[in-house]
């Protein structure tokens, strides 16, 4: 069986449910298709009940229509962004590239000026990996979004697809959470809300395809392979999800300040 993380290449995809069920939009000229997933069809088809949203990224502008269909998910109160992954691994640093772009604003909460923009408490943590830390990574973010108080958990991750059109070429985003490594066969503990006591929205890109799914060569053998561009990837995909976390997470400062925050 082939390994993803993606919904869009889950069993439920060529079925009669699905296309009768599926919107398929268009916000700021890119592509999306965004499904809910109810207990008894995510029990038939073995899919986690809640909504996919999965953009199509060869055109238009991404991080608009990412900002704008996270806004539209976030409850409210105060957020922890979790980056998961090693960024020393190309393939596996998207999380914690991501966090560069994302400012912690709870800090400043004490400030006249917070109130005064309207501005959403912000923590970020990078998770690390339980090979270097000893740690579930999921355990971590978890722990930390109760001990700060947040009402809602933006992890962020790599994932791994099947077919090789949608390697670094979409952006999946749902509300029921993430199983770190889940798609290279390395499960770990869940992330959701059952595990944190709070909503989890997982955003992602894949960014390792099995090599069983693109040549016979290794069969079987239980090969990742990643483009070659891989770093220059990882960085344009964590600067559009990265702003895109901070525009949704405080819409009421721009581009600019949210960037200036990030430097501080």
Known sequence: ???????????????????????????????????????????????????????????????NCLTDILSGMLPPGSALAAGLGNENIGSDSLGVKALR??????????????????????????????????????SRAAFTARY????????????????????????????TGISPGSGVGNDRKALDRETAGIPVIAIGVPTVIDLDSVSDIAADRGFMVTPRNIDVLTDKFAEIIGIAVSRALNPTLSEQELKALSLL
């Open 101 to 138: 772009h994302i400012p912690a604003t709870a800090h400043l909460s004490g400030h006249s000026d917070f109130t005064d923009l309207g501005m959403r408490s912000v923590y970020v943590l990078e998770t690390g990996v339980t090979g270097k830390t000893g740690i579930e990574s999921s």
């Open 1 to 63: 069986m082939k390994r993803t993380d993606l919904f869009c290449e889950s069993g439920i995809i060529d079925t009669e449910e699905y296309s009768k069920n599926v919107h398929k939009g268009e916000a700021y000229g890119t592509e999306y298709t965004d499904m809910n997933i109810s207990p008894d069809t995510g029990k038939r088809y073995g899919i986690k009940p809640g909504r996919y949203v999965t953009l199509y990224t060869d055109k238009g502008s991404v991080k």
């Open 148 to 175: 700060v108080g947040a009402d809602v958990i933006i992890a962020i991750d790599s994932l791994a697809c099947a077919d090789i059109e949608r390697l670094c070429s979409v952006i999946q985003l749902t509300d």
